[in-house]
C-alpha cells in the first residue's frame, strides 16, 4: 500500500483519539474548556515539528506577512467556532453522529459552489449533493419517525443547526488555511503548512485564552488541572494535522480526502464500545450515507 494511505490512514486516526478525548473532557471541563485544550496543549507540539522538519529538511521557515497574518487570523477564528460547535455537538449527539455532521462541510461546499460562482457540477457531483442532502434529513430524524411533521421540526431544531454550523464553520477554516498557507514564500507545501498550523494555535490560544479569562474562568483554570487527557488532545492534534499536510504533499488532496473519511469508521467503533452509545439502524444508513457522498464529491 502507497506511502499516502498510510499517512492519511494516520491523520485519521490520530483525528480521532483528539475528538475521542475532547468528548470526554466535557464532564470535567464544559464545552468551551474542552474546545479550548485542542489548541493550546498543541503549541509546544505544533512548534516542535516546525523547528524539527525545518532541521532535518534544511529549508528555511519563511518569513512572515501581513497578508499571511490576516488569513491566519481568519481561519484560526473560524476554526475556533467550528471546534466549540463540534465539541457542543458531542453534548446533545452520539459521538458518531456529531462527527458526521461536520463531515458536510464537503456537500455544503459544492452547494455553495453551485449556487454562489455559478459552477455547473458534474452527474456525479450532483448526485452525491442529493444522497448528502438525504443523509443530513436521516441524520436529523435519527430519533423521529420519518413524518413530513417531524422532518420539518427536526431540521429546524438547535442540535441540527449546531451540526450544519460546525461543517460550514469547518468550510470556512479550511479555505483560510489554503489562502494564509499559499501566502508565505517558501516552495515547499510542509514548511508552509505547519507555519500556519503553528501560528494558528498560538493565534487561538491566546484569542481563546483571553475571552475565557473573561467569561468562563472557572473552564480556563479546570484546564490545568486535566493536563494529562488534555496533553493527548494537543499531541494528537498536532500529529493528525502533519499527517495530513504530508499526505497532501505526496499526492492530490480529493484522493487523500477520500481516504481520510475512514474516520467515519472509527468514531462509529468508539461510538459504541468505548463510549457505550448504541447507534439507530438509521444513524448507520446516514452515516453510510454521508461518507459515500464526500467520496462522490471529492472523486468527481
Known sequence: MSLWIWVTIGAAVSQTVRSTYQKKLIGPLGNLGASYVRFSYAIPFAWAWVFAYAA???IPLPGINVPFLFWVTIAGVTQI????LLV???SHRSFAAGT???KTEVIQAAILEAIILGHLVSFQVGLAIIIGVIAVFLLSLAKSSMTLGN???SLFTRQTAIGLGSGAFLGFCTVAYKAATESLESDDLITRASMSGAMAVLIQSILMGLWMWRRAPDQLRATVR????SSIVGLSGAVSTACWFIAFSLYAVAPVRAVGQIELILVLGISFFYFREIPTKKELFAILLLAISIIMVLLG
Not at 467556532?81 to 466549540?84: D, L, N, R, S, Y
Not at 486535566?226 to 487527557?229: G, L, N, Q, T, V
Request: hydrophobic share 50%; no cysteine; proline share 0%.
Open 56 to 58: 532535518w529538511s534544511g
Open 100 to 102: 458526521a455532521f461536520s
Open 151 to 153: 422532518l420539518r421540526e
Open 226 to 229: 486535566e493536563w494529562r487527557d
Open 88 to 90: 457542543t455537538m458531542f
Open 81 to 84: 467556532i467550528f471546534t466549540v
